[in-house]
């Protein structure tokens, strides 16, 4: 109950803060129509979700985690403020990611403390949006982001979807570094990135290569955990969309599952072997909004990073583009529809991208702002 209520807290807090912005008129008209769209569309998915719900496990579902999970967009005009989010990143410089390193030491210490282990991990994982300032921070507060991701990666290997934003942040600073943050080669690069899901899920379709298996069996996963938990999620839910159980256009609401033999819930299954949701972003859009949700969001991804790639004029706008054209690789891999962290710092970047005053600073300015937490 506790979890739920902060869940509705965090909710209203998005919801407030969204309707006393007055920065909304001030983003791209493309991008401001574009989200208006995407939040209309939301309500239709929500109101046939109710439509089409049948038991309390579906109704707790989409009040518990579907809305929520949507109200998280809100935090685009948490980010359209970017002067504001000073108190953010000193909140987890100077008062969360000490406590991290506190709870590291303390865990160390105790080897059998295993699953306090994976709650820190998972505590410092946001350390990536402070990654992706890191040319732009004090000597110190560099060393401690050094320190935090290490932590983040070590604390719990099998963490792979952690692993992955954290090593894309780090390959962002390099492109910084070794200035190839050029717009036609980002552009390029984006363009690659788009592609590269769509291709692998095809020849995944097809039968030719299971690219998650392949990773699987690869030396390049360091994880502890072997596991290949994606292509029966894939399967399932394609399944599901070629049965006709849901409609692949427009999906079958905030409510709709997929059929499972293996990942499900008995107690709130519908009907048999049901499950509400997965950990694939992909694959609860299609799912439940169908092939106009997984447009949306690709929209989402593409208009403000080409704003922030190829309209800023510093590189920070640019390394925060990149990091969003890689989210679409990250939506075929985990991104559930919650009210979580990651999902709040993605959009908060998408509205960092979209501020138009954002990306008119230069470098030394966007120095300045983090040299003054």
């Given amino acids: 109950m506790l979890h739920y209520f902060l869940i509705y807290i ?23 129509n574009l989200f208006k769209l995407f939040w209309a569309y939301a309500l ?27 109200l998280a967009s809100l ?57 992706l300032s890191f040319p732009f921070l004090k000597p110190t507060h560099r060393y401690l982001i050094i320190i935090i991701s290490l932590v983040s990666i070590f604390h719990d290997f099998g963490y792979r979807a952690n692993l992955l934003r954290i090593g894309v942040s780090w390959f962002c600073v390099l492109l910084y570094y070794f200035f190839l943050l050029k717009p036609k080669l980002i552009n390029s690069l984006s363009t690659i990135i788009i592609f590269i899901p769509i291709i692998f899920l095809q020849l995944g379709i097809q039968g030719k290569i299971d690219f998650f298996q392949y990773i699987n069996e690869s030396n390049f996963d360091p994880g502890i955990s072997k596991a290949n938990t994606r292509t029966l999620l894939y399967e399932e839910v394609l399944h599901t969309v070629n049965s006709g159980a849901t409609n692949l256009i427009i999906g079958g609401g905030a409510s709709a599952g997929h059929y499972s033999e293996k990942y499900y819930e008995e107690k709130t299954a519908k009907r048999t072997n049901v499950r509400m949701q997965t950990e694939v972003g992909f694959l609860n859009s299609l799912i439940k909004s169908g092939v106009v949700g997984v447009i949306f969001y690709l929209l989402i991804i593409l208009i403000p990073s080409y704003f922030a790639i190829n309209h800023s004029k510093n590189n920070y706008s640019k390394m925060l583009g990149i990091y969003i054209v890689f989210s679409w690789i990250f939506f075929f891999v985990e991104k559930p529809i919650i009210l979580n962290p990651d999902n709040f710092l993605f959009y908060l970047i998408i509205g960092i991208c979209l501020s138009e005053k954002f990306r008119e600073y230069t470098d030394k300015e966007i120095k300045y702002f983090f040299n003054s937490i």
Avoid: C
């Avoid at 965090?10 to 803060?17: E, T």
């Fill in 10 to 32: 965090a909710s209203g807090l998005l919801i407030n803060i969204a309707l006393r912005s007055q920065n909304f008129d001030d983003i791209p008209i493309i991008s401001k």
């Fill in 44 to 70: 239709f998915v929500v109101i046939n979700g109710f439509a089409q719900s049948t038991t309390y496990w579906d109704y707790k579902y989409i009040g518990v985690s579907f809305i929520p999970g949507t």
């Fill in 75 to 131: 935090a685009i005009f948490i980010g359209m403020d970017f002067e504001k989010n000073l108190y953010l990143f000193k909140l987890m410089i100077n008062r969360i990611f000490p406590i991290v390193i506190f709870a590291s030491i303390i865990i160390w210490g105790l080897q059998f403390l295993d699953i306090y282990s994976h709650a820190t991990a998972r505590f410092s994982s946001i350390v990536f949006i402070l990654i």
